[in-house]
């Protein structure tokens, strides 16, 4: 049987405030060695949201694996849209570029055009096959995974993490690496990280999210944060917070 140990950590807020962020929200971590699972807030980590462009993860590997995109440098042009509520008000990632490109600056017009190719039938056979979300499709736009009931809680995050690790999903290896490559966000001497952000504004609220796992020479930990703060609620750190606060979860479990 295997070994499963949960420890829950109790100075969220207190870490939280002491980096100026002052945020609800929750994280998850899971010790890839010792089979461990940390939680910030138990109940919370079931609670289901938006992916927001954290779904570019498993996006980029149903567009590889469907033969949408030959490889993370194929070319998706820009369709001229300018409508500000449909893409964002962001500029400079209105223009021709790679899906690698994209994954890194978060251009959701791109995925949203692969996201055309693609089709939900295809979307609901490897959502289903991965166990990813809730498998509600039925908003009709290409960008369900930013606006709609389309949602999946920190702890599922983390358990398709660890399965695209492992390499134990419906897509070939050659995805697998392609992904891995182009998700990593940080390498140093003693780690890598690969992950991937997300926000969304619904319901009131910003959702930010920062998922991805940390691959040292002896183990592996994966993680999953998830902010939720009231739009009316300035703070100019929330973007910042998703990574600090994670970090600083990781290193008080000797992770860094």
Partial sequence: MQRLT???????????????????????????????????????????????STFKVINLLIALETGVIKDEMAI????GYTDTTLYGYRPSIYKDMTVKEAF?????????????????????HYLAACQYGNGNLSRNDPDFWNYGPFEISPRNQVEFLIKVY?????????SFEILKRVMVTERTDNYVIRSKTGWTRVYGNDYGWWVGYLEK?????FFATRLVKD?????????????????????ELKAM
Avoid: H
């Fill in 104 to 124: 890194e600056v978060s251009a959701g017009w791109v995925f949203m055009e692969l996201s055309k190719k693609i089709g939900k039938e295809r979307y609901r």
């Fill in 231 to 251: 739009r009316k609620v300035i703070n100019p750190d929330f973007s910042s917070c998703r990574k600090q606060i994670t970090i600083q979860k990781l290193k």
């Fill in 76 to 79: 998706v042009k820009w369709p």
């Fill in 166 to 174: 492992e390499e134990k999903l419906p897509f070939s290896k050659r």
């Fill in 6 to 52: 949960v420890f829950f950590l109790c100075c969220w807020a207190v870490a939280a405030r002491a980096q100026d962020c002052n945020i609800p929200g929750n994280t998850v971590i899971y010790d890839y060695r010792e089979q461990r699972w940390t939680f910030t807030d138990s109940a919370d980590a079931l609670k289901t949201s938006l992916p927001a």
């Fill in 217 to 221: 020479k002896d183990n592996v930990y």
